[in-house]
């Protein structure tokens, strides 16, 4: 975010116990703890944590390294049968997330929250989602992510909560809940432990600007195809040159749009 655009609100101050079944927190007793948590307001509680409570972030999840909450909109809906939407005013096709609806769960998640979470709306309007916002996000408290359904949510209480909008890419997906979790994904390999290898990291496709070179490994020959020479030749410096010279290459040939930024920041 640049300096002049509208900070997102932050909400509340505690966190949860981190645990691979989010819904069970709703029970769990709220502990003042630093732990970088991911709040998430959904329609599709069980769809969490999904992928993220595989392999590395989802040993990191269990070893507290990063917490997970759902909230389930639908317990906020109004009426006999939770409604959670109406029509959109001036007509048109499709629903609209209501704003009391909303602002309920927004206020719920508020007393679970601590520090600076700011509140995030995966939309496809949003700016899109990069490597440098997953280090920022990283380096907060967390986040309160809302996932939107239907035609999405009531811009009242975008403008009241002054609600960041991120998309993940230039299409348009039924919901939030996948792109919640890649975004959650991209950023929590970034939180110091959860990897256990740094320099893996600095070496990977965006972290420098430029997308990553080619990676080789064993067994030396492969369908006559050979690992290139200079990898295996122990002089590191050649074998950083080449991984550079490679990766310059891969960028410019395959993300013109990231080249054109990296030669305006790059120091040579």
Not at 183 to 212: F, Q
Request: glycine share 10%.
């Amino acid at each position: 975010m640049t300096d002049d655009t509208p900070k997102p609100r932050a909400l509340g101050r505690k966190v949860i116990r981190p645990t691979l079944k989010p819904t069970d927190l709703l029970t769990e007793k709220p502990e003042w703890v630093g732990t970088w948590t991911a709040q998430i307001i959904t329609l599709m509680p069980d769809a969490f944590p999904g992928v993220l409570g595989e392999s590395l972030t989802g040993r990191a999840l269990k070893d507290s390294k990063w917490a997970l909450r759902t909230i389930n909109l639908r317990d906020f809906g109004v009426g006999k049968h939770k409604n959670v939407d109406d029509t959109p005013a001036g007509g048109g096709a499709g629903m609209v997330i209501r704003p009391d609806v909303l602002d309920d769960a927004i206020q719920h998640a508020g007393q679970f929250a601590r520090g600076n979470m700011p509140l995030i709306y995966l939309s496809p309007r949003g700016k899109r989602f990069d490597q440098a916002m997953a280090r920022e996000w990283a380096s907060y408290d967390g986040l309160t992510m809302i996932c939107g359904r239907f035609e999405g949510i009531d811009q009242r209480v975008i403008d009241a909560y002054r609600i960041q909008e991120v998309s993940l890419g230039d299409f348009v997906m039924t919901g939030g809940e996948l792109a919640a979790q890649a975004m959650i994904d991209a950023t929590v390999r970034l939180i110091p432990g959860v990897l256990g290898n740094a320099e893996s990291i600095e070496d990977e496709s965006h972290s420098n600007g430029l997308l990553e070179h080619p990676q080789y490994t064993r067994p030396q020959t492969w369908r006559g195809l050979e690992i290139p020479e200079v990898l295996t030749s122990g002089h590191h410096g050649n074998i950083e040159k080449w991984r550079r010279e490679k990766a310059e290459d891969l960028t410019k040939e395959r993300r013109p749009d990231m080249w054109e930024s990296y030669k305006s920041t790059d120091p040579k």
